[in-house]
């Protein structure tokens, strides 16, 4: 009851009509999707016509410590809403003839290489930031997610991983293209992208709050905690996802973010980014495909810009981008010929930022924005229950007596020629598993599964079991594959050799 108290107070402070009667019913709204869907804290901002006209916040920031309940300046992680700060980055060199959109990506960075030469040799600038590498989606990823690989390590190894599209054929969205363009920042300015983000578009907008570092992050008391399933759980630094993913942020901050965009890259009289060159980002240049709930909903096209998602509602133009890690779902969107722009930062895991996005146009355009919520939330279900249903049937895969070798056979060292080296060890209950360039994250005890294969727990709170598979030759280890199903990293494409 007390923390309801508190999530109502900070409501009605921070409310201002917009020409909108129902600006309170709205925030009753706002406060009813984060009760319905368990969030442990959600902090909401929308801006019209240069001014912020709402700012909500709920819950608790942090579960375990009861940091009481987040403002317009409490930090969360935005993770991928940071590859519209790194294109934004690009465009400023653009205008200042230190790149060019067609530079080949190795004028620049004579030692990147993917794993076909002809890509290598002729992909882009652009390429980088419009997801049409030959890559599929999130391929690459576990070279830096919770690793101890430095950004330009991370890159270089992904040359081993064959491409599956063709070169600018498909859309196979691409964190480690981003990070490379991290380092095309730092060739042509002299500035790590991290000086680079800051010195020149934090500081002029304003943007005091936001931060790449993780250390200031997770030190800052003013801080939103990951969360899953509404338990905290501890924070890792994505320090090394860099220009993909590495910003925290606030509303207040995020707000003044939109202004910049809706205001043409103009800030106090100075122009910080050209119109010329926010045209070509928020251009499509990767075509999607457009589903049946987009269909249902009055979205007729949609494709990749430059950092942006873009597409069509209610006949308007829509930029918009999503950003997620574990612990962490936020949204942003903007709207140019409604003058508004939105954002929704959350410390779990839930689809109520990309849901806010259409109540949001749909309350400023003065049409039902109610049924959102509901239609969400049966999404919601539904995942929640298939997940429940994949969990009991990998479950059900344990066999009672399976055939295995002397438990010493399977001790030692492997290698992924992509991602590095895995090991094998005796501890006082068994065997481990521990992949050695994230081992904080991905040790755990095994225990025999199946014929020569193990179950394993990772450290990481998000994903699920694993299962080892050792391949065995006549009674000789070879190496070992993993599986773990989950959405965003791709262990099935992992095979340790035994060294």
Wanted: one cysteine or more; a negative charge.
């Amino acid at each position: 009851m007390k923390n309801r108290i508190l999530v109502f107070v900070s409501i009605l402070t921070s409310v201002t009509s917009f020409a909108q009667p129902n600006a309170e019913e709205f925030n009753t709204f706002l406060q009813s999707c984060y009760e319905k869907f368990d969030l442990p804290a959600m902090s909401v901002s929308v801006v019209k016509d240069g001014r912020v006209v709402l700012n909500s916040n709920f819950g608790e920031k942090s579960e375990k410590s009861k940091t009481g309940v987040p403002n317009e300046n409490t930090l969360y992680a935005i993770a991928s809403l940071s590859k519209a700060f790194t294109s934004a980055a690009i465009g400023m060199l653009v205008d200042e003839g230190k790149l060019k959109w067609d530079d080949k990506v190795v004028e620049h960075l004579p030692w990147f290489a993917l794993n076909d030469p002809y890509v290598t040799a002729n992909i882009t600038i652009e390429d980088l930031l419009c997801h049409r590498s030959g890559l599929i989606t999130f391929d690459g990823d576990l070279l830096w997610y919770g690793s101890n690989y430095t950004r330009e390590e991370a890159i270089k190894r992904l040359r081993e991983r064959p491409l599956t599209y063709g070169f600018r054929s498909e859309f196979g969205y691409q964190n480690l293209m981003f990070m490379t363009a991290g380092e095309v920042i730092e060739s042509a300015s002299g500035m790590t992208w991290d000086e680079f983000i800051e010195t020149r578009i934090l500081k002029p907008i304003g943007m005091v709050r936001t931060t790449s570092s993780f250390q200031k992050f997770s030190t800052d008391f003013n801080s939103a905690k990951p969360h899953l399933k509404g338990k905290e759980i501890f924070m890792l630094s994505y320090d090394n996802s860099g220009a993909t993913a590495a910003l925290n942020s606030s509303t207040a901050d995020m707000s003044k973010w939109i202004d910049f965009w809706l205001d043409n890259g103009i800030v106090n009289g100075d122009t910080l980014l050209s119109a010329q060159s926010i045209k070509k980002l928020w251009s499509t240049h990767t075509p999607l495909g457009v589903g049946n709930f987009d269909e249902r909903n009055g979205t007729h096209f949609k494709g990749y810009g430059m950092g942006w998602f873009l597409m069509d509602y209610d006949g308007k133009k829509v930029i918009h981008h999503g950003g997620g890690l574990p612990g962490y779902i936020s949204k942003v969107a903007i709207i140019p010929e409604d003058n508004l722009g939105i954002i929704a930062l959350t410390n779990d895991m839930s689809s109520v930022p990309s849901l806010l996005m259409y109540a949001v146009i749909d309350w400023a355009n003065g049409k039902d924005y109610t049924k959102w919520m509901d239609m969400f939330y049966e999404f919601k279900v539904g995942g929640d229950q298939r997940e429940s249903d994949n969990m009991q049937e990998r479950l059900e895969t344990k066999k009672a007596d399976p055939r295995m070798l002397p438990v010493t056979d399977y001790l030692g060292i492997y290698e992924d020629v992509m991602y590095g080296k895995a090991e094998v060890s005796m501890g006082e209950s068994g065997l481990i598993m521990s992949l050695l360039p994230a081992k904080e994250l991905f040790t755990g005890n095994m225990e025999p599964w199946n014929d020569h294969a193990f179950k394993f727990e990772v450290n990481d709170p998000f994903l699920p079991f694993g299962v080892a598979n050792f391949d065995v030759k006549e009674d000789v280890i070879k190496g070992f594959t993993i599986e773990l199903p989950n959405n965003d990293f791709h262990f099935n494409k992992l095979y340790f050799k035994k060294q």
